[in-house]
T-cell receptor
Framework: DTAVSQTPKYLVTQMGNDKSIKCEQN?????MYWYKQDSKKFLKIMFS???????INETVPNRFSPKSPDKAHLNLHINSLELGDSAVYFC????????????FGAGTRLSVL | GENVEQHPSTLSVQEGDSAVIKCTYS??????FPWYKQELGKGPQLIID?????GEKKDQRIAVTLNKTAKHFSLHITETQPEDSAVYFC?????????????FGTGTRLTIIP
């Protein structure tokens, strides 16, 4: 009964490929996020969706396209993968008005060869 | 935008001693300051948070202090135990009803020496 679950946990692929990471939350939250954590552990937000609507879109290459089919899911599709995309990607979710606690998934480690 | 600085980047303390991690932020409108703990191979987990209308908050061995004037906040862990070893992140955000963006510090790797 994992609250925020991501698949796959590990993803190894060649440069130029297209890949997707899926995220699902069973907390009933209305907002979901994608973060990127680089090799130095720096965590930076990429996107957030509130009720399936894109709210935050940081300076991310347009090769990255999030999709939220419903409030419980936020998937991340990456086209034409590059070496620099190698990182751990975390999905998170939150709920409520005002200051919201964010709950994180276990992460997807993407390695681009 | 918000900028959060965190120090130190690594910290080793003897089991039973206290650990202190400090963060500063740049946006005076930030009003929410959570601390996350990330264990190896896992996602960050909230351990404590503080809102700008409070100066200090404590939860068992963990406490957080906030100085709004100086724009800095600190995490204090007392009576440290081996299971406290992890990477700790501070973060800051402002209320924006669905558009909150957590800006994280660069992390502190805490090692508890048995």
């Amino acid at each position: 009964d994992t609250a925020v679950s991501q698949t796959p946990k590990y993803l190894v692929t060649q440069m130029g490929n297209d890949k997707s990471i899926k995220c699902e939350q069973n907390l009933g939250h209305d907002t979901m996020y994608w973060y990127k954590q680089d090799s130095k552990k720096f965590l930076k937000i990429m996107f957030s969706y509130n009720n399936k609507e894109l709210i935050i879109n940081e300076t991310v290459p347009n090769r990255f396209s999030p999709k939220s089919p419903d409030k419980a899911h936020l998937n991340l599709h990456i086209n034409s993968l590059e070496l620099g995309d190698s990182a751990v990607y975390f999905c998170a979710s939150s709920q409520g008005e005002g200051l919201r606690i964010q709950y994180f998934g276990a992460g997807t480690r993407l390695s681009v060869l | 935008g918000e900028n959060v600085e965190q120090h130190p980047s690594t910290l080793s303390v003897q089991e039973g001693d206290s650990a202190v991690i400090k963060c500063t932020y740049s946006d005076s409108a930030s009003n929410y300051f959570p601390w996350y703990k990330q264990e190896l191979g896992k996602g960050p987990q909230l351990i404590i948070d503080i809102r700008s209308n409070v100066g200090e908050k404590k939860d068992q061995r963990i406490a957080v202090t906030l100085n709004k004037t100086a724009k800095h906040f600190s995490l204090h862990i007392t009576e440290t135990q081996p299971e406290d070893s992890a990477v700790y992140f501070c973060a800051a955000s402002r209320t924006n009803f669905g558009n909150e963006k957590l800006t994280f510090g660069t992390g502190t790797r805490l090692t508890i020496i048995p």
